[in-house]
C-alpha cells in the first residue's frame, strides 16, 4: 500500500470520516483530501488535530470532482444521518443523489469507492440482516435515513458496481469525535452529560409487549473497530482471498446485540457511579419504527479477510469515557490511549 496516494474522504469532518482520517494519520497517510460542511457545529474541533492536504465545502465538491482524478482511494462518508429527519426530499439529495455522483465519478476513473451504507437499511430485522447485494428488494427501513442509503444500495446492485464497490452497512457506532451530533450522539455519550449532571440515566420504556424494559438492544460497535473494518477495503484484496472479496455489501459491527442495561452498566462502570436508571417513555413518533434487536453478521467480511477481534462493550466504554469524555479530547489530541 502505497503512502503516496491520493485519498478523498467526504463527512472527513464527522464522527467516523474524522477518527477515518485520524487512523489514515497514524498510518502515514497525509495527502487527504476533507469534503463536509461544517454549518454551525463544532464539527471543526475533530478537524484540528488532523493532518490533512485541503478541505472543501460538499456543496462545491460536485462542481470541482473532475480535478480530483487522480485520487486513488474515495471514502464517501459524509450524509445527514439522522434517523428523525422528515424532508424526504432533502434526504434524497444529499444521500442518495449525491452519492450516485461520486459514484459514478470513481468508477469511470478507476478510483476505489468504499461508502456507508447502514444498518438502517434492515428495518425492524424480520427480513433478516445479511449483507448480500441479492434480494435487497426485502427490505423495509423504518425512517427515510434508512431508506435514502438502501435507494443507493438498490442502485448500486441494479447497475452491477458491487464488483468494484464497497458498502459498508455500520451498525451502532459510538466513540470519541461524536460530540458534534446533538440528538444523534450514541447513548454513551448523551448519559456522560446526564449523569454527571444529575447521577442519573432515563433509558425508553419497551413499547413492545415482547420486550422487558431495558432489555432490548442493539449491536454496539466501538469506532475505532469500524475504522479498521472501514480501512481493511482500502485497496482491492487478492483474487481468492474470498468471495466476492474486492466488492459488495459488508456489516460493520461488533457481531454481539447488548442490551440498553448491559450498555448502562458498563457506563456507570466506567464513572465509578452507582447504577441509577430511569425510564420513560417512548415518543409516540418513535414507537411504529425502533429497532428493539440488531445483531451484526460478520461472516462477509471475515470471509473477505478481516481478522481480527471487536473490542468488548465494556472495555470499549471505558476508554471512551476515561480517555476522551472525562478529558474532554478528540482523537488525535495528546498521545494515542488504549
Known amino acids: 500500500m502505497s503512502l503516496a496516494q491520493k ?135 423504518l425512517n427515510v435515513y434508512g431508506y435514502s442509503k438502501h435507494l443507493f444500495d438498490q442502485w448500486a446492485a441494479r447497475h452491477g458496481l458491487f464488483d468494484r464497490i464497497v458498502g459498508l452497512k455500520y451498525f451502532n457506532v459510538f466513540g470519541p469525535n461524536e460530540g458534534h451530533k446533538g440528538d444523534m450522539r450514541s447513548l454513551v455519550n448523551k448519559a456522560f452529560d446526564q449523569i454527571r449532571a444529575t447521577g442519573s440515566l432515563q433509558l425508553f420504556k419497551s413499547a413492545d409487549p415482547g420486550y422487558k424494559d431495558g432489555e432490548f438492544g442493539r449491536d454496539f460497535v466501538y469506532v475505532k473497530d469500524a475504522v479498521d473494518m472501514t480501512l481493511h477495503f482500502m485497496e482491492p484484496l487478492a483474487a481468492g482471498s474470498g468471495s466476492d472479496s474486492t466488492g459488495g455489501l459488508f456489516n460493520v459491527g461488533s457481531g454481539r446485540m447488548n442490551t440498553w442495561n448491559t450498555l448502562a452498566d458498563a457506563i456507570f462502570a466506567a464513572l465509578d457511579a452507582p447504577r441509577n436508571v430511569e425510564f420513560i417513555d417512548m415518543p409516540e413518533q418513535l414507537r411504529d419504527r425502533y429497532q428493539y434487536h440488531t445483531q451484526a453478521d460478520l461472516t462477509r467480511i471475515r470471509d473477505a479477510g478481516y481478522t481480527a477481534e471487536t473490542t468488548p462493550l465494556d472495555a470499549a466504554v471505558q476508554d471512551y469515557v476515561r480517555n476522551y469524555l472525562v478529558p474532554g479530547l478528540h482523537l488525535g489530541d495528546g498521545e494515542e490511549r488504549e
Open 7 to 141: 485519498i478523498i474522504v467526504t463527512g472527513g469532518a464527522g464522527f467516523i470520516g474524522s477518527a477515518v482520517v485520524w487512523r489514515l494519520n497514524e498510518m502515514g497517510f497525509d495527502d487527504i483530501l476533507i469534503v463536509d460542511r461544517m454549518d454551525r457545529t463544532d464539527k471543526w474541533k475533530n478537524l484540528a488535530p488532523l493532518r490533512f492536504a485541503d478541505y472543501i465545502e460538499a456543496v462545491d465538491f460536485l462542481d470541482f470532482i473532475d480535478d480530483y482524478q487522480d485520487a486513488e482511494t474515495i471514502f464517501h462518508l459524509g450524509a445527514c444521518s439522522s434517523t428523525t429527519e422528515t424532508d424526504a426530499d432533502f434526504m434524497l439529495r444529499n444521500n442518495f443523489q449525491y452519492t450516485k455522483h461520486v459514484a459514478e465519478f470513481a468508477v469511470t476513473n478507476g478510483i476505489r469507492f468504499i461508502y456507508a451504507s447502514s444498518a438502517a437499511t434492515y428495518g425492524d430485522g424480520s427480513a433478516g440482516m445479511e449483507d448480500v447485494t441479492e434480494g435487497l428488494e426485502r427490505l423495509r427501513p
